[in-house]
């Protein structure tokens, strides 16, 4: 398996506008996560999903965030309008339900740059 | 409110002895421990767990220790390689949500 895919890796752009990342989990698994990384506020979850549902997306910083999930192998995180603080690593990750617990597999994160 | 932290933000250590990293939560619906490293320019990858129902759990050179009544637990690394060079992250389930809540990491470096 190619591992959970994240596009694109680098993303530069200006104050204000739109940006889109893209995630494709392993396939097969039930979960998807979104994650963002900062030095103020280190790892932090900004929503997941559950068989395409998103269950809890308390960590959204604000409206101009959203997340979906269209079908089991796809899911977008946009930013509209964006802001310099938005700069971070945005990472997606999947992981299968079974049992109580599972590990997550994390994507190679896209850096996001916003000027 | 830091759920979970890591208040040593990096250790050294010479290759062959051994690496202790070390972890505290305040959330007692926490009940499952991961620790994942990573390395530069990549996402964080898997090491090892334990569910709260167990003090101690060993995979190869890597053992973590859940202490739960001092909500501390650690991860042991021996003999620590060069190789294990990398941030390692702490965290924290409530199985019952799903979601991970991260440490801020500690960053090791291992001298040859």
């Known amino acids: 398996d190619a591992g959970v895919i994240q596009s694109p890796r680098h993303e530069v752009t200006e104050m204000g506008q739109e940006v889109t990342l893209r995630c494709k989990p392993i396939s097969g698994h039930d979960y998807l996560f979104w994650y963002r990384q900062t030095m103020m506020r280190g790892l932090e979850l900004l929503i997941y999903?559950?068989?395409?549902?998103?269950?809890?997306d308390s960590g959204m910083p604000e409206d101009r965030f959203s997340a979906k999930m269209p079908n089991a192998s796809f899911s977008t995180l946009k930013i509209q309008p964006s802001e310099p603080r938005d700069s971070a690593v945005y990472f997606c990750a999947s992981s299968l339900a079974s049992g109580s617990y599972s590990e997550q597999f994390f994507g190679p994160g896209t850096r996001l740059t916003v000027l | 409110d830091q759920q979970v932290k890591q208040n040593s933000p990096s250790l050294s250590v010479q290759e062959g002895r051994i690496s202790i990293l070390n972890c505290d939560y305040t959330?007692?619906?926490?009940?499952?421990f991961l620790w994942y490293k990573k390395y530069p320019a990549e996402g964080p990858t898997f090491l090892i767990s334990i569910s709260s129902i167990k003090d101690k759990n060993e995979d190869g050179r890597f053992t973590v220790f859940l202490n739960k009544s001092a909500k501390h637990l650690s991860l042991h690394i021996v003999p620590s390689q060069p190789g294990d060079s990398a941030v390692y992250f702490c965290?924290?389930?409530?199985?019952?949500?799903?979601?991970?809540?991260f440490g801020s990491g500690t960053r090791l470096q291992v001298q040859p």
């Open positions: 965290a924290a389930m409530d199985t019952g949500r799903r979601a991970l809540t």
């Open positions: 959330n007692s619906m926490f009940d499952y």
């Open positions: 999903f559950n068989n395409n549902v998103p269950i809890d």
